[in-house]
């Protein structure tokens, strides 16, 4: 309902492109293990991760506290009316808890650094407030926003490539970069050993000479789980992009990396069907078990995935595997 009440024209210009619940649930289902997982979205637009996220988490554990959930979800985003909106809908969940203070800041990400606050919350005292600080990530998940490269300044490049270069100085993304590419390791400064990262992005990565800089980065520095796309269906409904999924872990031994297996996932179906249980939220009983069973269908689409060791090609699915070590030597 919020997401129409802007504009078109605005979406374009921001890069903006919402996702149903489909891609949302099978990527945190991906990346957050636990119950206690601190999450971030760096481009959060009005939430749709974030409250996903709460719901799953409080599926996984549902004596945790409203105010405990909102302390391990961080979001950011540059446009003040989304900001507002995923603030909003977070702390919609519960609206009985005082300490009702969502964790998302209304910035431009590639300001957000090291020692510097992620954000301000109220503290109790009058007209006084509280610096939050980003904590080391359990998971990062996200659609960060499409730009073509065309679209963002020369200044903006400068800026976006140094947050790269501070955090992974051997990298170094080309002028042609569309915006997404620079979320991904600026990003990934704060995630774990172990972590998880999940991308909703364009594909186009994947077969541009821009791409093989990203593609370098990930086998350096991650366990390439899985890239995912579809056969049937656009997960940006209103751009005419291929898009994936990319779900990464933080791995620094390059031996499990190189012995990592990676999984090449073409849904034949819509996810929808896949799945097979709607997502629901709300509060209550009811809501809460249809909810976990939701998460639990999900889960068991994801552990279906990586138990997989050989090709299959059904009515569900094709996937095909190589070590990242054959990547590597491609």
Not at 7 to 12: D, L, Y
Not at 93 to 110: G, L, Q, S, W
Not at 256 to 284: D, Q
Request: hydrophobic share 40%; net charge neutral; glycine share 6%.
């Amino acid at each position: 309902m919020f997401q129409k009440l802007i504009s078109p024209e605005e979406r374009h210009r921001l890069g903006q492109h919402f996702t149903g619940p489909d891609p949302v649930d099978l990527i945190n289902s991906f990346c957050i293990r636990n119950a206690d997982a601190n999450v971030l979205d760096p481009a959060c637009g009005s939430g749709s991760f974030l409250v996903r996220a709460y719901y799953r988490k409080r599926a996984m554990n549902d004596h945790r506290a409203h105010s405990q959930l909102l302390r391990e979800l961080y979001g950011a985003d540059i446009g003040l009316y989304p900001a507002h909106l995923a603030t909003l809908n977070l702390a919609a969940r519960e609206i009985n808890d005082e300490a009702n203070y969502p964790r998302v800041a209304h910035t431009d990400f590639f300001d957000v650094v090291p020692g510097r606050a992620f954000c301000k919350l109220p503290n109790g005292v009058e007209r006084q407030h509280m610096s939050v600080m980003l904590p080391p990530l359990d998971a990062i998940v996200g659609n960060p926003p499409y730009v073509r490269q065309e679209k963002v300044t020369k200044e903006e490049k400068i800026k976006y490539a140094k947050r790269v270069a501070e955090a992974f100085p051997e990298t170094e993304l080309r002028g042609r970069a569309d915006l997404h590419c620079y979320f991904w390791p600026h990003a990934c400064r704060y995630l774990k050993e172990g972590g998880y990262f999940g991308f909703l992005t364009s594909g186009q990565w994947l077969d541009v000479d821009y791409g093989f800089v990203l593609q370098h980065w990930m086998l350096s520095n991650f366990r390439i789980i899985a890239i995912l796309e579809s056969s049937t269906e656009r997960w940006f409904p209103d751009a005419r992009v291929k898009t994936c999924i990319t779900i990464l872990q933080r791995c620094s031994d390059p031996a499990k990396r190189r012995e990592n297996l990676v999984r090449f996932v073409r849904f034949e179906k819509p996810l929808a069907e896949i799945i097979g249980v709607l997502p629901t939220g709300g509060v209550g009983k009811e809501a809460e078990f249809a909810e976990r069973k939701r998460q639990a269908a999900v889960d068991a689409i994801r552990d279906q995935i990586e138990r997989l060791t050989q090709p299959v090609h059904n009515d569900q699915w094709r996937i095909l595997f190589k070590t990242q070590a054959e990547l590597w030597d491609d």
